[in-house]
């Protein structure tokens, strides 16, 4: 199948996921000078190449349609945990100009950028009609989710994006009971 036989809606969301695409690789690149962290430098770096890789793929599907199936995204920390609880956070505000960047300021760009993408890219898979094209994008949806995560672990590892834990989340969560139907749950007490 060539692109004359995608969908109006196909090619609309193509286009638009590799608007967003280019747009997040921009990004990362004018991010890069700003980088004092050799650990940021170096995911970053990992990430963009991916990117690059990623967007050549989708540009291909552009042209012709394959079954063939799009890299997946390994995180290069998949032991890390993340760790909970507030430890002094820091002050979060616009930096009047470029050389007041933080590492914790690209970092922070890179993940919502990254979020961004993951929900567009899903979005659009929703709008999809041809299978191949649809499991691309739904593939490269889970590949920021990923790329996002091992940015939050970077983050939280160097306290720049903490997780407050709620004093009641037992409280909210009871509330919630096992369906009458379901087969082997007993309700919670």
Known sequence: MDHFMLGAHEVLELHEVLEGTVSAIHQFRLYQPHVQDDDLRTLISTQLTFMLSEYDYLVSLSESISNTKGEVYKRHNPK??????????????????????????????????????????????????????????????????????????????????????????????????????????????
């Open 80 to 189: 890390v945990d993340p760790v909970y609880g507030l430890d002094g956070p820091h002050m979060i505000y616009p930096k009047p100009s470029l050389p007041q960047m933080t590492d914790r300021d690209v970092a922070s760009g890179m993940l919502q950028a990254l979020k961004s993408g993951a929900v567009m890219k899903m979005r659009a898979s929703l709008e999809i009609a041809s299978r191949p094209l649809r499991d691309a994008l739904q593939q490269a949806s889970q590949n920021c989710s990923e790329q996002a995560y091992e940015v939050f672990l970077y983050m939280n590892r160097r306290g720049y994006y903490q997780v407050p834990f709620l004093s009641n989340q037992q409280d909210v969560l009871r509330q919630y009971q096992y369906s009458p139907e379901s087969l082997g749950f007993a309700p919670r007490a």
